[in-house]
């Protein structure tokens, strides 16, 4: 199992072994383990900063019935039973995940050092890890059903890092390919956090972005996040709703760090089974609005 060279997530500088997987920071003090399994680079304070939206996320994802349990479940992925009650979601996510396979993967190296951030219960590192690349999972979340303790149900072995990834503990240039799993709109500064990412690729990486809700326009992207804010305030009991991030991307803002960056951008549409194609038609003329595109969003 691939370990890569971590940094203080604070200070940026290297950290010393003092034991058996313990690192501390001789610039700040502060000193990091491998407790659970699970690399521990949250601080207290990102930690309690974070917890308000954690709290949020545990019961939405208990409310909308996406907290199982059976291990099974967590191995099939992104592959579920067709009477899952969000099959259609799986769905496309499953026809992103193998647009990865077909456009970033096929025609790299065989064996690829991959960050996988906001990587949730860690099905895609659990995937390429099987396929023999060098997975690293990185989540705020170490729940053992929703967030990175899930872990424990792979056979196959990959670094799991409890981290804020506006703070990552790994020193630069390490990774041939680093993924957003579902997770960028999260972001404060979208911009920032993506080129934060681009530090630690290595010379010719690549930066990839899966599954989040993507617009040509702002104002179908402020929309959504409306009508999800109502959503948890009806549906989820969520009287205060924390919004850590803007909900959402566009097109425009991605491309502009990838020509900041000097690279190129393509966008690799998953379109998703009929039924739910017709749905989103429909909510076009009735929200009066563009649906989010899904799919991969690919620059190098």
Same mark, same amino acid.
């Given at each position: ?102 456009? !970033?993967?096929?025609? +790299? *190296?065989?064996? %690829?050092?991959?960050?996988? @951030? ?5 099905? #895609?590192?659990? &995937? ?112 205060? !709703?924390?919004?850590? +991030? *803007?909900?959402? %991307?566009?097109?425009?803002? @991605? ?5 900041? #960056?000097?690279? &190129? ?36």
């Amino acid at each position: 199992m691939w370990v890569p060279r971590f940094v203080c997530p604070e200070c940026r500088t290297d950290l010393v072994e003092t034991g058996a997987e313990q690192f501390a920071c001789a610039a700040c003090s502060r000193r990091f383990d491998r407790r659970g399994g699970l690399w521990r680079f949250l601080t207290d304070t990102r930690g309690a900063r974070l917890e308000p939206f954690v709290r949020q996320y545990r019961i939405v994802r208990q409310r909308e019935g996406r907290r199982p349990a059976a291990p099974d479940y967590y191995r099939r992925l992104p592959s579920v039973a067709p009477g899952d009650p969000h099959a259609r979601d799986w769905q496309v996510r499953r026809e992103t995940y193998h647009h990865l396979l077909g456009h !970033v993967l096929a025609a +790299g *190296e065989l064996q %690829l050092r991959v960050l996988d @951030l906001g990587a949730g219960s860690a099905w #895609l590192s659990h &995937r390429l890890a099987a396929l023999g690349h060098h997975a690293v999972a990185v989540d705020a979340i170490d729940d053992e059903v929703d967030g990175l303790g899930a872990s424990r149900h792979y056979a196959t072995p990959f670094t799991a890092v409890q981290a804020d990834f506006d703070a990552l503990p790994f020193a630069a240039g390490q990774f041939d390919l680093v993924v957003f799993n579902g997770s960028l709109h999260y972001a404060a500064d979208i911009a920032a956090t993506l080129e934060r990412a681009y530090g630690v690729l290595a010379p010719g990486g690549t930066l990839v972005v899966m599954d989040s809700p993507m617009f040509r326009a702002d104002r179908d992207g402020s929309a959504m996040v409306g009508s999800a804010r109502q959503h948890l305030i009806g549906e989820c009991g969520c009287a205060d !709703v924390v919004q850590p +991030g *803007e909900g959402y %991307l566009t097109f425009a803002r @991605l491309d502009g760090v990838a020509d900041k #960056l000097a690279l &190129r951008a393509q966008f690799v549409p998953s379109r998703g089974p009929l039924g739910w194609r017709v749905r989103r038609s429909m909510a076009r003329i009735r929200l009066r609005r563009a649906p989010a595109a899904f799919g991969l969003w690919v620059a190098q």
